[in-house]
């Protein structure tokens, strides 16, 4: 039997959303609100290949939600809320409670409020998205989708810090990694286009606002550049990355700020914005560096070479490459940032065609290439959809 399933990818000022026809895999409509809270607020929504774009105020999710529902049903997809047998909710942060998928009850709930302070740019609204949910569709199964859960195959030797053995034991500090369900997606949609054998050995480049390396071997995550926070790993839009720890009491003593004031800089003021002073969009980056900014220019070349470096590291951590694979925003959509980051990969075998590059093709490398190298477009989504059939018991 079919059912209609929503999911839901809140962030800080956006909510993303695709409404499914389980397990047929049919959107029945798609959209995004971005700028909540934000002068200029816009809905955007496809229903069978028909693009609508409003231009409303939206002063938080709640409205938002609000707004994606009357769509729904103004549009006719739904005839009524209860039509909607599930909603996914992708959840950033699961930590060491949620090694998959589970249907939202008061402790899953106060677990992901718990969390806020590992991941506080995603989880406070990821918990606002499943609340409101909860009451405009009380008839519908509620389902967590965690970023980390992807990540619960990686080995001790990957999440493992080497602090005070009982820091892990008492309160779970590790690496857990992020973005699971995209580098999951991907690396299933690489091996049904290029089998088994091209896919044993791959390597996910989630590159956008947010990003992260992962390094799977035969389907399972066996390293990943995030840690105990999303903070960890690549330079980001403006997320700082991989740090010297000692820093951070330096900074501290030098400006006079405290810890809160020090985590806010981290997480909003530094990566590509914080290198460049110009922005936390690559492409706005790009545009400056071509203009000669000099500043702009040396924050692609950090952003490029921490990418390179992930890489080195974890085709050694698979014992190969068999596909280089790129995907959300920059990686799907910067031809300029790909080739930067496989010009210095030709000791891996690597070695990309610039015309197919620059199209965006599936299929990116040289005829001569040893490795596979692909465009795929990410489908967090439909990742999201089939664990609230699978969770709810809908299958």
């Given amino acids: ?40 607020s816009t809905f955007n929504y496809k229903i069978n290949d028909k693009t609508t774009e409003t231009l409303r105020p939206i002063k938080n999710h709640d409205e938002a939600i609000k707004a994606v529902i009357n769509m729904l049903l103004t549009s006719g997809v739904i005839a009524n809320k209860n039509e909607i047998a599930g909603v996914g909710h ?16 008061k402790d899953v709930k106060k677990r992901i409020d718990e969390l806020s302070v590992l991941s506080p740019l995603h989880n406070p609204v990821n918990l606002i998205g499943i609340q409101d949910f909860e009451k405009l569709l009380p008839s519908a199964k509620e389902v967590a989708v965690f970023d980390t859960s992807f990540h619960q195959t990686m080995p001790e030797e990957s999440y493992m810090y080497a602090l005070p053995y009982e820091y892990y034991e008492k309160y779970g500090i590790r690496r857990y990694g992020f973005h699971g369900p995209s580098h999951e997606y991907v690396s299933l949609k690489a091996n049904e286009l290029f089998g088994n054998e091209k896919t ?16 799977i071997k035969d389907g399972k995550s066996v390293n990943t550049s995030m840690g105990f926070t999303p903070l960890a790993g690549l330079v980001m839009g403006s997320r700082l990355g991989d740090i010297d720890p000692e820093i951070l009491p330096f900074i501290e003593s030098k400006l006079g700020m405290d810890s809160h ?42 952003f490029v070479h921490q990418i390179q470096h992930y890489i080195g590291a974890y085709a050694s951590d698979i014992g190969g490459l068999d596909t280089l694979i790129f995907t959300a925003g920059i990686g799907e959509h910067s031809w300029t940032m790909r080739s930067a980051i496989c010009k210095k990969l030709a000791y891996l075998g690597v070695k990309i065609d610039e015309e197919k590059n620059k199209q965006s093709a599936l299929s990116i490398e040289a005829k001569d290439s040893k490795v596979k190298v692909a465009v795929i477009p990410t489908d967090e989504e439909i990742m999201i959809a089939r664990d609230v059939m699978r969770v709810a018991g809908f299958n």
């Fill in 200 to 215: 044993r050995r791959v390597i996910s480049c989630h590159l956008g606002n947010g990003s992260s390396l992962c390094a």
């Fill in 1 to 40: 039997m079919s059912k209609k399933i929503l999911s839901i990818n809140s962030g800080s000022s956006s909510l993303k959303f695709k409404l499914y026809k389980m397990p047929d895999e049919q959107v029945l409509a798609s959209g995004q609100v971005d700028r909540i809270g934000i002068e200029n």
């Fill in 261 to 302: 004031e020090v985590l806010e800089m981290l997480n909003k003021k530094s990566g590509l914005l914080g290198l460049s002073g110009v922005s936390s969009d690559v492409r706005d980056v790009e545009k400056a560096a071509n203009n000669g900014n000099a500043r702009a220019e040396m924050a692609l070349k950090v």
């Fill in 90 to 105: 992708r959840v950033s942060h699961g930590g060491s409670y949620y090694p998959e998928s589970v249907l939202v009850d």
